[in-house]
């Protein structure tokens, strides 16, 4: 790693994270346990996987690190806890295609939110790229309308919007460590589930799909998504995002057979192919 540039070693990572996170929503649709149960255990079991890797690694230096985050840590443990609540009910209340759809316009939200906080404004094609995924959207949004998805959409939308945020907040503090901050967003989900948890109980497939889907799709990603944005921008990070979107529903279809609607489908190539004519075109330029 010591011999990559920042964009390489960004690049990399961001890219392992989400190769990992390709099989989440397949996980998600396999397992049995009620929601909450499940918003449960991927808040705990990679809380404690990560928690104790980096008490053996940093040992007391863990909540130096973490102490010394400042408002970053704060920001960043808030939208990386709703993310992940608002994920796996999303993906329990509509198509895991239209949820990842969602997701895959977390790059043009960064764009914007760089604009406005890190005084980045986006350029021309930039603003083109937003105007059409927002449109494509709506689209999608007027369609869950009518088949009563609309509120797994929303919570899709949320998702998008909290990782935008997220890689916002690790770029401008990208001297911090923000891992630390992460592994205690896991510790608040976990908590936040307890409130409407039906039962901790794991059960036939549950036993092997759920610890599985918790360390290999979580815990791994999470701490690689975290340090990328400390080397490539933000709306780099999530344009990686995009091998999810057409990957993940890859999955899904291919063992549960389940299928998106037409119009997810026309959204959301709209969306990829406005995303990737627009990343292209950026590398082109640069």
Known sequence: MRNLSNQQKGSLL????????????LFIRLANIDTWGLVFYRGIIPFSTVFFIMIFIYKLEFFKILF????HGIIYVCTFSITNITFVVSIQNTNVANTLVMIATAPMLSAILSAIFLKEPPDRKTLISIIITFLSIIYIFF????????Y????????AIG??????????????????AAVVGKLLVALFALFFIE???LVGTDIYIVPLMCV????????LVTIAPRFITAAEVNLFFL???IIGPIWVWYFIKEQPSVETLIGGIIIITTIGVHSFLKLKNS
Not at 14 to 23: E, K, L, Q, R, Y
Not at 68 to 71: H, P, V
Not at 152 to 159: E, K
Not at 163 to 180: D, E, H, M, Q
Request: proline share 5%; charged share 10%.
């Open 14 to 25: 961001a890219f392992t994270a989400v190769m990992f996170i390709t099989p989440d929503s």
């Open 68 to 71: 010394n985050s400042g408002y």
């Open 143 to 150: 369609d869950s309308l009518k088949v009563g998805n609309f």
């Open 152 to 159: 797994g959409d929303i919570l899709g939308f949320i998702t």
């Open 163 to 180: 990782l935008a945020v997220g890689a916002i907040t690790i770029r401008s503090g990208k001297t911090k460590n923000l891992v630390p």
């Open 199 to 201: 039962s901790f109980i």
């Open 216 to 223: 290999i799709c979580v815990a791994i990603p999470f701490v």
């Open 243 to 245: 091998l999810e979107t």
